[in-house]
Structure formats: structure tokens, C-alpha cells
């Protein structure tokens, strides 16, 4: 079953603007990953938010975690068009298995 | 590059038969997690292995069953295929168990049942 929903399903932006996606979760969480997919390839792990974290920065990506809302978001600033991919949540609940959104599809336009 | 392969990349079969899916984790890493994504979804957990024995199991029939080898490799076989069982399987490796649960993921296997 899936732990996380991603929002949107799919975003279209222009290169430079920020892209934003949102994941709500159902169960209580040790930690939060974000991952990336391209065309159907294997997943690229981006950043870890632990449950005791409220921000979390790695070059362009800020990620933001609210345990009392059961929600994340992953905020890429300045978009390339080679950051079009699907974007999932993940959530690590103590042990060593992840449990998957349905992901955001996102298309950066030159 | 994660340093997990998987092998084949791409495979055919036909409805009844089975398969075998074949993963060698990264240098070092003691577990390996198998993930089922179908088209448009993401991907499920089908079991873990931790030091040849299976650690958890997800929402999967006894069909799908998995082996882990004393170099740390793994092998993933599905038995009796079913047209559903199509999708992209997909093999993690992690150092630490339990860990912070992050993984490194190989490529994937294509499967597709006619």
C-alpha cells in the first residue's frame, strides 16, 4: 500500500522558475527521503529529513517537514530542463524499508 | 551510478511461466530490498534480505520468493507469472540494518508477462 501521496501528479514550469511538490503521509515516521526518477530508470536518492527536523537544504533543493500535518515538501529553486523527472516520497517508519508515494512528474521547459 | 546492477535489463515472458531476476548490491552493503513499480505508480516493497535471511515482507503472494547469497547478491523469482506482474522491479541495497532506511537503487528489470 502506499504511504504517501504526492501533490501534484505532474507540473509543467519554465527553466529558472521554483518547482514545488507536496507529500502527506498516514503513519508516524523516523525519517522522510526524497527521490528521483528519470524516464522509468532506477531511483536517485536527493535528501533525508529526519522527524525531529523542520528544514532541510542540499544545493537547490530545500525540503520542509510538519509532523503535526503528516506533510512534506520538496521546493526546487531555479529549475533546469534536466531536472524534469519523477519526483517520490518516502517514508522510513524504523526499519530499513521505504514506503512510496505515487510521485510528482515534473517537466522543465527550456 | 548507485553501484547496484541488475540483470536483464529487459525480459519476456508468457503467462505461467517464471522468472528470475538477479541483483549485485554496492561494496559493502549487508541488505538488499526488491520494489515492484508499476507503470505510473511507485514502487512496492516486495521483501527484504539481511544476511541471506529474509527481513520483511511486503503485500506480495508466496509466489514471489528471493534469495541472498553469502557475497551479499540477491536473486528475485517469480513463479506462475501473471499478466499484472508486468512492471519494473527494481533492487535496493542499504549498509545499516536497521538503517535510516536509505537505499541505493540499481536500474531496474523490465518485465513484461504476454
Known amino acids: 500500500s502506499q504511504q504517501g501521496e504526492e501533490d501534484p501528479q505532474a507540473l509543467s514550469i519554465q527553466e529558472g522558475e521554483n518547482a514545488t511538490m507536496n507529500c502527506s503521509y498516514k503513519?508516524?515516521?523516523?525519517?522522510l527521503q526524497w527521490y528521483r526518477q528519470n524516464s522509468g530508470r532506477g531511483l536517485v536518492h536527493l535528501i533525508l529529513?529526519?522527524?525531529?527536523?523542520r528544514e532541510k537544504h542540499s544545493g537547490r533543493l530545500r525540503v520542509t517537514l510538519d509532523t503535526s500535518k503528516k506533510s512534506s515538501s520538496l521546493l526546487i529553486t531555479a529549475s533546469r530542463a534536466a531536472d524534469t523527472a519523477s519526483y517520490f516520497c518516502?517514508?522510513?517508519?524504523?526499519?530499513?524499508?521505504?514506503?512510496f508515494g505515487k510521485g510528482t512528474m515534473l517537466l522543465v521547459s527550456p | 551510478e548507485t553501484g547496484v546492477t541488475q540483470s536483464p535489463t529487459h525480459l519476456i515472458k508468457t503467462r505461467g511461466q517464471q522468472v528470475t531476476l538477479r541483483c549485485s548490491s554496492q561494496?559493502?552493503?549487508?541488505?538488499v530490498s526488491w520494489y515492484q513499480q508499476a507503470l505510473g505508480q511507485g514502487p512496492q516493497f516486495i521483501f527484504q534480505?539481511?544476511?541471506?535471511?529474509?527481513?520483511g515482507r511486503g503485500n506480495f503472494p508466496p509466489r514471489f520468493s528471493g534469495l541472498q547469497f553469502p557475497n551479499y547478491s540477491s536473486e528475485l523469482n517469480v513463479n506462475a507469472l501473471e499478466l499484472d506482474d508486468s512492471a519494473l522491479y527494481l533492487c535496493?541495497?542499504?549498509?545499516?540494518?536497521?538503517?535510516?532506511?536509505?537505499?541505493?537503487f540499481g536500474e531496474g528489470s523490465r518485465l513484461t508477462v504476454l
Open positions: 561494496s559493502g552493503h549487508n541488505t
Open positions: 529529513i529526519r522527524s525531529n527536523e
Open positions: 534480505y539481511y544476511r541471506e535471511e529474509e527481513n
Open positions: 503513519t508516524s515516521i523516523n525519517n
Open positions: 535496493a541495497s542499504s549498509l545499516e540494518n536497521p538503517g535510516t532506511g536509505e537505499l541505493f
Open positions: 518516502a517514508t522510513n517508519s524504523g526499519y530499513s524499508t521505504l514506503t
